[in-house]
C-alpha cells in the first residue's frame, strides 16, 4: 500500500544490534536470538537485509562498543548505514539504497525501542513506506529520569502498542511477531 507506485520489494532493517547498545539491554539474548532468526528468513527468501550502525562519542567507531553483536553477521553483500542520528534516514544513504533495491515495505528490528528503532519507524511512515514492526525483535535498557524510573518492557509494549494499526495516507503500520514473519 505505500506511496511508491514503482517500488514492490521489501527488506529487513536491522537497527544498531552492537555491543555498548545491547550490552544491557532487556532480554537481550533473547531479541538477538529473535532477529537471527529473521535475518535468516530475509536471506532464504531472497530479501535484502540492510544494517544500520550508529555512532557517537560512547560508540567510537572501530571501538568494541561500536561492532555489531558476535551472534550477527552482516554479509559482505548487505549494505552498512553509519549514522549519527536517532533516525536511520537522517543524514545517510539508507533512502538511495531503499530506492536502488525498489523497496516499498521495511520490516524493522533492532536497538534502542525508544530512540533509533521509535526514530526510524515514524521516519520510514513519514517518507511513504509501509513498515512491520518485528514485535519481539527490538529491545531497550530501563533508566532513570527526573525522578522516575522507565522500565524497559514498558518502553518495548508502548512501541508495539503505539504501531497497531497506525496508518497515514497511503501507508501503514503492522507489528507481528518474529515466528510468524514469512516475508
Known amino acids: 500500500m505505500s506511496t511508491f507506485k514503482d517500488r514492490g520489494r521489501s527488506a529487513l532493517l536491522v537497527i544498531d544490534v552492537q555491543n555498548g547498545v545491547v550490552e544491557d539491554a532487556f532480554s537481550r539474548n533473547d531479541v538477538v536470538g529473535h532477529i537471527k532468526d529473521v535475518i535468516q528468513k530475509a536471506r532464504e527468501k531472497g530479501v535484502p537485509v540492510i544494517w544500520v550502525q550508529h555512532s557517537d ?34 543524514e545517510t544513504d539508507l533512502e538511495a539504497i531503499l530506492e536502488s533495491l525498489e523497496v516499498d515495505h521495511l520490516y524493522i528490528c533492532g536497538a534502542q525501542t525508544n530512540n533509533c528503532v521509535r526514530h526510524t519507524n515514524h521516519a520510514a511512515l513519514e517518507r511513504g513506506y509501509d513498515i512491520t514492526l518485528i514485535r519481539d525483535g527490538h529491545t531497550t535498557s530501563g533508566y532513570e529520569w527526573k525522578g522516575h524510573t522507565i522500565v524497559a518492557a514498558d518502553i518495548i509494549n508502548e512501541q508495539n502498542d503505539n504501531l497497531l494499526g497506525y496508518t497515514l495516507p497511503g501507508r501503514k503500520a503492522s507489528v507481528v511477531d518474529s515466528s510468524a514473519i514469512t516475508f
Open 57 to 90: 562519542e560512547e560508540l567510537e567507531i572501530d571501538s568494541n562498543s561500536w561492532h555489531i553483536v558476535p551472534e550477527l553477521a552482516p554479509l559482505p553483500s548487505e549494505p552498512i548505514v553509519r549514522k549519527l542520528f536517532r533516525s536511520s534516514f537522517e
